[in-house]
């Protein structure tokens, strides 16, 4: 089975075409809902639903109203091992006309077949459906994200586009398509909700929100979500960054060093003094240092068999790739996959 770990970035040329308006409830007002998956994170969810109150404070009225929602009404542990007292029934609630599903680590394990036949009927309804962090997982699990550019954090990228290879992901802060929003999540929920803010009601009172939120301006969606490669690694040689990021982009078929070396406009034994210099390792002791990295995320957070996780990390068989493994992490992959579930 072919499986490819390399995340298809869209090149971001400004805004969005197509800019959904959040559907306003009878009365004019706006209520976003927000379904909460076990191990959410609460950032998403505050950086989210802060600016939305602070709206409101400022328009000296109601523009906005939230709520949080769960199965049966019952309490949700976030990732910080924290939860908040008030939560509705999702079943119980009128259908919400703008929902984001929030969540965060070990999205798979919570895509029941409920919630999946729950977004599937809102979705009938015209509702618009949005996602922070990894609630794209659920969204794609009830088939609703065919067709669409979707983001989400950096981090769980890979191993979403290993579980669901169709679907286009961009490196974008947030995405904004045909009745969907995702964004990446973090303190990127404010950013996107400013902008939805300033679509509603206007550039001045946004931009009053950032003053209140000590914040100089609404980034753009396609400000980086990551700290770059050289302050990331404190490293600034040209070159050797060229070569870095070639690595992080080519795990599934990896280069080899020789060209590496060529794609970076030097030779073999220039890039092997380079990578000794700022990594303390041989180019190829770092790049299967990275690449078993990235297969330690893919038993975490995938389903994935041992030997695809092997295949999507450039392993030509399993019995290398788990000899790898051991040596690096002390463990073998089936080791960790226990581990990762317990």
Same mark, same amino acid.
């Given at each position: ?117 729950? $977004? #599937?009927? +809102?979705? %009938? ?11 794209? @997982?659920? /969204? ?127 030779? $073999? #034994?220039? +890039?092997? %003094? ?11 002791? @770092?790049? /299967? ?54």
């Amino acid at each position: 089975m072919h499986t490819s770990s390399l995340i298809r970035t869209a090149v971001a040329t400004g805004p969005a075409p197509v800019s959904p308006i959040l559907h306003p409830d009878d009365d004019g007002v706006i209520t976003v809902s927000f379904l909460l998956l076990p191990e959410y994170a609460m950032v998403s969810l505050l950086s989210a639903i802060e600016p939305l109150r602070i709206a409101n404070r400022l328009a000296g009225r109601p523009l906005y109203r939230w709520q949080c929602l769960s199965e049966q009404g019952q309490p949700v542990m976030a990732s910080n091992q924290m939860a908040l007292q008030q939560h509705l029934d999702m079943y119980a609630v009128d259908p919400p006309r703008n929902l984001f599903v929030n969540a965060s680590f070990h999205p798979e394990r919570h895509r029941s077949l409920a919630f999946v036949d729950w $977004l #599937r009927r +809102l979705n %009938r309804r015209g509702s618009l459906l949005g996602a922070l962090d990894t609630g794209c @997982y659920l /969204l794609a699990r009830a088939g609703l994200l065919k067709g669409q550019r979707v983001t989400l954090h950096w981090e769980a990228a890979p191993a979403f586009q290993e579980t669901y290879p169709d679907i286009l992901i961009s490196p974008e802060l947030f995405e904004i398509g045909r009745n969907r929003i995702t964004c990446a999540g973090g303190t990127a929920a404010t950013d996107m909700m400013l902008h939805l803010i300033q679509q509603h009601a206007g550039t001045a009172l946004a931009l009053q929100i950032c003053d209140q939120c000590i914040k100089n301006g609404i980034r753009p969606p396609s400000d980086r979500q990551r700290i770059g490669l050289p302050r990331r690694l404190n490293i600034h040689h040209p070159r050797l960054i060229r070569v870095l990021s070639l690595m992080e982009q080519h795990i599934e078929i990896p280069l080899t060093p020789a060209e590496l070396a060529n794609s970076a406009f030097i030779s $073999l #034994r220039q +890039l092997e %003094r380079l990578c000794q210099r700022f990594l303390d390792a041989s180019p190829s002791a @770092y790049y /299967l240092k990275l690449r078993l990295e990235r297969a330690r995320q893919l038993l975490q957070e995938t389903d994935l068999s041992v030997c695809e996780v092997g295949t999507a990390c450039g392993f030509g068989s399993a019995s290398g790739f788990c000899r790898s493994y051991r040596r690096h992490f002390n463990m073998t992959p089936g080791e960790q996959r226990r581990r990762s579930a317990a």
